[in-house]
């Protein structure tokens, strides 16, 4: 049975940082890509950031390039989302996901790289306050 539990959610201020987990279990066999994903109330599902586990390849939104970095620890089998200079847009429910090929890794469409994915976890809630 694979499980993500997501934590590190919390609130802050403009200008913070939180930094997310998502503790992995379960059978993963081979290479798989490993995401976060976001959404708002009243928003859409969007793409934050993904990493490809043999590889290391990350993949950012647009949106949180340069303030955002996800990384893996293997050994731990744990994806982590490190969240800087955070905005009150950034708040949402942040999901963890996991599954996807290295096709759907490296596209351009985060749509497509979440209906890839196999698994997600409940989610962790960030709020940014101004």
């Known amino acids: 049975q694979v499980q993500l539990v997501e934590s590190g959610g919390g609130s802050v201020q403009a200008g913070g940082s939180l930094r997310l987990s998502c503790a992995a279990s379960g059978i993963f066999r081979g290479a798989y890509c490993m995401g976060w994903f976001r959404q708002a109330p009243g928003q859409e599902r969007e793409g934050v950031a993904s990493i490809y586990t043999s590889t290391g390849a990350t993949f950012y939104a647009d949106s949180v390039k340069g303030r955002f970095t996800v990384s893996r620890d293997n050994a731990k089998n744990t994806l982590y989302l490190q969240m800087n200079s955070l905005k009150p847009e950034d708040t949402a429910m942040y999901y963890c996901?996991?599954?996807?090929?290295?096709?759907?890794?490296?596209?351009?469409?985060?749509?497509?790289?979440?209906?890839?994915?196999?698994?997600w976890g409940e989610g962790t809630l960030v709020t940014i306050s101004s």
């Open positions: 996901a996991a599954g996807a090929p290295w096709s759907f890794c490296s596209s351009t469409s985060w749509d497509e790289k979440a209906r890839a994915m196999d698994y």
